[in-house]
């Protein structure tokens, strides 16, 4: 048994309705699983076997009760830059491509993903497969593995998902229908309306047209909401909006900037601003050096916008600065690549730290790690144990200066200055606190925790979101048509897993 959610455009909540019917069929007592045969994001997560996976599917794995794994996102796509992408395929790197030579690949990633599909379908009851982007993308129907490829081979019943909040909702859909192609548009069933705002008796007259124009039940108008869960992908950040008050802290939204989901906890207790070229970095009480993608590129765009010297005038002012991942590379002496992120070469760093980075293979580390803090930094100090995930490419030597944690990063002698290859550490609760705080007390304020949500990890979200569903959406219809779904069996890839492009 299962169904696909597929969307009228990007962005319109089909990660998040995924992630309600993984929890609400769980709750129903089905053993389910998530799967997106193809994702393109930067923010992604590291499984326990040290795979990565789009973050969105590990999150609805957990909402699912299940381990996230490689096979529910079989294909991620990290944009690079210049209409390039490095391939994670099941896990791990597969290749670097131009958008034009992965359109060869088509049919080899295709059954890439239907085998994965057929691995989860064996080990589970039911999946709930989310498709990418608006589903009615006529110019890439030949090519389109996440949406109509996978809904012609495994003729599943079909949820569309609209989003009411950009307007005109009544296109996305209607259009949309009329666009599939005739053996897709004929396995939709039924039509989500999602982030609905005011008094949803009012859109009843809606309803009714959608339902007598489609031929379609409209199965929930699902109210608006600001439910806390990990952003997918690069188009969540432009949503982000800094609070107004309390401790300032500036993350550089460097253009190949990645995995900024680890910021979301500290989120709720600064104001926390990812700021452009022209932002004054004196104003902030701290400033944060991010992942990215190309640290070569990105270490150049800090000197070509002025913010490598705002940097290092912070620094000598004292405001404290924290590189993570690529932000941590960028923060040492220099970084020499042998080919693999840019041109071959050594790459004058911001020189904060004693640091070297070596770019020489495309191998890439990814683990899960939970480390201890070393006490040479008054931030540091006050961490506790802390958990998170590595994904990286290049290896750094630390020289003359102390890690920042067990056998890992680095810190200045006055320990203003650290960096970290752990994403996820303020995704760690203490980790966040001990910021927070050295901050306050280094202003002359008070700190006062406050009550939040680590939304990955806090398995009560997922109860949230599940319920906030429940609460607008027809349970019984939709389950009934997800019973429905088998998928067509001759989709199973042959013995050689056609694999030839």
């Not at 969105?56 to 794994?69: D, I, K, Y």
């Not at 960028?330 to 730290?353: A, C, P, W």
Request: charged share 20%.
């Amino acid at each position: 048994m299962s169904v696909m959610i597929l969307g009228t455009a990007s962005h319109v909540g089909k990660s998040i309705t995924v992630t309600a019917l993984c929890r609400i069929l769980s709750n129903y007592g089905y053993r389910v699983a998530p799967f997106k045969s193809q994702n393109m994001s930067l923010n992604s997560y590291v499984t326990t076997t040290g795979d990565e996976i789009g973050i969105a599917q590990a999150v609805q794995a957990l909402a699912a009760r299940t381990t996230p794994s490689a096979e529910m996102n079989p294909i991620l796509l990290k944009p690079k830059g210049d209409s390039e992408s490095q391939i994670v395929l099941l896990g791990k790197p597969f290749c670097d491509v131009h958008i034009g030579e992965y359109y060869t690949k088509t049919n080899y990633l295709l059954n890439i993903a239907l085998e994965a599909f057929w691995h989860l379908q064996d080990a589970y009851e039911m999946v709930v497969i989310e498709g990418a982007g608006g589903a009615a993308e006529c110019n890439l129907y030949d090519r389109d593995i996440a949406n109509i490829l996978l809904a012609k081979k495994l003729r599943l019943p079909i949820i569309l998902v609209a989003d009411i909040e950009r307007g005109g909702v009544f296109a996305q859909v209607l259009g949309t229908l009329m666009l599939l192609p005739d053996d897709v548009r004929q396995n939709v069933r039924g039509i989500i309306i999602n982030k609905f705002c005011g008094d949803e008796r009012l859109f009843e007259d809606g309803k009714r047209f959608l339902e007598e124009k489609s031929g379609i039940p409209v199965l929930g108008v699902i109210p608006y909401s600001d439910i806390p869960l990990p952003s997918e992908d690069s188009l969540s950040i432009k949503d982000k909006k800094a609070g107004g008050t309390g401790i300032r802290i500036a993350i550089i939204h460097l253009p190949k900037i990645s995995n900024f989901t680890d910021f979301e906890l500290l989120e709720q207790h600064a104001s926390v601003e990812y700021i452009q070229p022209g932002t004054v970095l004196r104003s902030f009480d701290c400033i944060i050096i991010p992942g990215t993608k190309n640290t070569i590129t990105d270490l150049q765009y800090l000197y070509d916008s002025g913010y490598a010297d705002q940097i290092n005038a912070a620094h000598k002012a004292g405001i404290p600065i924290i590189g993570i991942c690529g932000g941590y590379q960028m923060l040492g002496e220099t970084i020499t690549d042998s080919g693999q992120e840019s041109s071959k070469g050594v790459y004058q760093g911001l020189g904060l730290l004693n640091i070297t980075t070596q770019f020489s293979g495309y191998e890439k580390t990814t683990i899960q790690v939970t480390r201890t803090p070393l006490t040479h930094s008054p931030i540091l100090r006050r961490m506790g144990s802390v958990s998170g995930y590595e994904i990286h490419t290049g290896d750094t030597s630390v020289r003359d200066c102390k890690h920042a944690f067990d056998g890992e990063g680095a810190v200045s002698d006055n320990g203003q200055v650290f960096g970290t290859y752990m994403h996820g550490l303020f995704l760690n609760m203490n980790a966040v606190h001990a910021l927070l705080s050295y901050l306050s007390e280094k202003n002359g304020t008070e700190y006062i925790p406050a009550e939040s949500t680590n939304s990955i990890d806090d398995d009560t979200v997922y109860d949230t979101v599940a319920h906030h569903f429940e609460q607008s959406l027809d349970v019984r219809t939709l389950l009934a048509i997800a019973k429905e779904g088998v998928p067509y069996t001759e989709s199973r890839p042959s013995a050689d897993n056609g694999k030839n492009t």
